[in-house]
């Protein structure tokens, strides 16, 4: 039966691949049931924060019960999008590159590395865990004959924008961007930004408090 969809707002979004890991590991340490005090104690959310989050979708788990933990991932799997294969090519085959094409977990999801391409003459015709690496100038003609989903940018941040710019005029949709820059796409491509260094700096930061 397909769920009611209301508006789901960027904090919800953000907390469901959350919700999606811990099920995910209690799937696999054979817990079937939880009750919604429980996932709440568990993840550091209250249990109406969860029930409110659950209602964006149409709402899950019954009173009394709880939440059967495998449905329960499977809603948000669905929910996720992660029952499509999502191909991807990785831009840039430098350490970041190699280290995204070397990680057998994402495939586990659906998401498969496909190609990488580079400038570097030392680097294209390589191949990583046997995914080739292309030349850069062969980019356009690689996402006219196969299906591309989505795109990670793994180039140096001056470079990022251009990149950009030349595989959305090729289609592309979705794009992952590792480089540390914000950049300018039209409003109906999406851009996931992977900024380490944030992450690092608010660590940081955090520490001060210590
Ligand atoms: P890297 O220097 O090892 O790799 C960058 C690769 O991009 C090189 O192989 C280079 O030949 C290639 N490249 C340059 N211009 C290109 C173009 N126009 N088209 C295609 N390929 C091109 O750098 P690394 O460490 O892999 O980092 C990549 C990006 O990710 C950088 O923007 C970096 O700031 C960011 N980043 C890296 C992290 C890391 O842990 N390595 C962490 C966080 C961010």
């Known amino acids: 039966m397909a769920r009611e969809k209301n508006y789901v707002s960027e904090a919800v979004m953000r907390r469901m691949p959350k919700y999606y890991r811990y099920l995910t590991d209690m799937e696999s340490n054979g817990i079937e049931r939880i009750s919604s005090k429980e996932l709440s104690q568990r993840m550091g ?3 109406s924060q969860i029930r409110q989050d659950f209602n964006c ?11 059967n933990v495998s449905e329960l991932r ?30 057998t977990g ?13 400038i570097n003459p030392r680097l294209i015709g390589l191949s990583i ?19 591309v989903h989505m795109v990670a940018i793994c180039t140096p941040k001056e470079k990022a924008q251009e990149i950009a710019d ?19 796409t039209p409003p109906d491509v999406i851009v996931e930004n992977v900024h380490l260094s944030d992450s690092l700096y608010t660590l940081s ?6």
Do not use: S
Request: net charge negative; glycine share 12%; charged share 20%.
């Open 74 to 103: 499977q809603e948000i799997h669905n929910i996720l999008g992660l029952t499509n294969d999502n191909n991807f090519i990785v831009i840039g085959a430098g350490n970041l590159g190699q280290a995204l094409a070397n990680y």
């Open 57 to 67: 979708f149409g709402g899950f788990g019954q009173q009394g019960y709880g939440y």
């Open 45 to 47: 959310l209250t249990a």
């Open 205 to 210: 930061f955090r520490m001060n408090d210590l």
């Open 129 to 147: 865990r046997g995914i080739p690496v292309y030349d850069i100038d062969e980019l356009e003609t690689h996402i006219a004959r196969n299906q």
């Open 106 to 118: 994402f495939e586990k999801e659906g998401f498969t590395v496909k190609a990488l391409f580079d």
């Open 166 to 184: 030349k595989v959305i005029g090729c289609g592309i949709k979705a794009i992952w961007n590792f480089a540390a820059i914000d950049i300018a």
